[in-house]
T-cell receptor, first 114, second 109 residues
Framework: SAVISQKPSRDICQRGTSLTIQCQVD?????MFWYRQQPGQSLTLIAT?????????ESGFVIDKFPISRPNLTFSTLTVSNMSPEDSSIYLC???????????FGPGTRLLVL | RKEVEQDPGPFNVPEGATVAFNCTYS??????FFWYRQDCRKEPKLLMS???SGNEDGRFTAQLNRASQYISLLIRDSKLSDSATYLC??????????FGAGTRLFVKA
C-alpha cells in the first residue's frame, strides 16, 4: 500500500490564524482525500482533491475555510483558515487503492486551537 | 439515521475471550466493506476487507450479509493488543466512503 506522510504532526495555534497541512504520497495517485476526526468522533470527509482541478467539498465545508491545493499527483495541502477552537481536531489525508477503493491514511495532524 | 451504524461499546472482555461486533448499513447500493482498526491517537488502519462468502485472517473472521445489510467482525482468543476502536467502513463507489463511529474494545488481563 501507499506510504503517506503528513506535516506537521501536531500544532497549537492561536484563534484567527491559519495552518497549512502537507500530505505526501510515495506513489502517484489520482484522488487524495482530507478528513477531520474530532475527539471521540468518527471520520468526516472534508473534500476530495483531484490533481488539475478544483477540490470537491462535502456539505458543511467550504473552500474559503479549507482551501486545498493539489499541484501534482503525489502531494496536497489543506489550509485551516481563520481558526477557532472548534477547529481543534485531527486532520487526516488518505488515498484509495485497488478495485475495492480501499483507503489508506497518513498519520494525521493534531491541531489544538486556543 | 446514520448510513453506517455501530454499537459504540465499550466492550470490556478478558484475555482469551471471543467478542463480536456488528455493523449495519442503510444504502443497498453499497459495494465494498471493510473493518479498520484505530489505536488511540493514531490513524485508522485496514484490518480486513469483508466478502459475502466470509473471510478469516488468523483470529479475525468477517462476515457480510447483503440481504440484511449488516457486517460482523469476530475476534477469537482476544489479546491485550486487540484493545482499540474498530471502524466499520462502507463504500458506495464514486470515491464515496462512509465510516462508522467505531466500537471500542478493551481487553483486560
Amino acid at each position: 500500500s501507499a506510504v503517506i506522510s503528513q506535516k506537521p504532526s501536531r500544532d497549537i495555534c492561536q484563534r484567527g490564524t491559519s495552518l497549512t497541512i502537507q500530505c505526501q504520497v510515495d506513489s502517484q495517485v489520482t484522488m487524495m482525500f482530507w478528513y477531520r476526526q474530532q475527539p471521540g468522533q468518527s471520520l468526516t470527509l472534508i473534500a476530495t482533491a483531484n490533481q488539475g482541478s478544483e477540490a470537491t467539498y462535502e456539505s458543511g465545508f467550504v473552500i474559503d475555510k479549507f482551501p486545498i491545493s493539489r499541484p501534482n499527483l503525489t502531494f496536497s495541502t489543506l489550509t485551516v483558515s481563520n481558526m477557532s477552537p472548534e477547529d481543534s481536531s485531527i486532520y487526516l489525508c488518505s488515498v484509495e487503492e485497488g478495485p475495492q477503493e480501499t483507503q489508506y491514511f497518513g498519520p494525521g495532524t493534531r491541531l489544538l486551537v486556543l | 439515521r446514520k448510513e453506517v451504524e455501530q454499537d459504540p461499546g465499550p466492550f470490556n472482555v478478558p484475555e482469551g475471550a471471543t467478542v463480536a461486533f456488528n455493523c449495519t448499513y442503510s444504502n443497498s447500493a453499497s459495494q465494498s466493506f471493510f473493518w479498520y482498526r484505530q489505536d488511540c491517537r493514531k490513524e485508522p488502519k485496514l484490518l480486513m476487507s469483508v466478502y459475502s462468502s466470509g473471510n478469516e485472517d488468523g483470529r479475525f473472521t468477517a462476515q457480510l450479509n447483503r440481504a440484511s445489510q449488516y457486517i460482523s467482525l469476530l475476534i477469537r482468543d482476544s489479546k491485550l493488543s486487540d484493545s482499540a476502536t474498530y471502524l466499520c467502513v462502507v463504500t458506495r463507489g464514486g470515491f464515496k466512503t462512509i465510516f462508522g463511529a467505531g466500537t471500542r474494545l478493551f481487553v483486560k488481563a
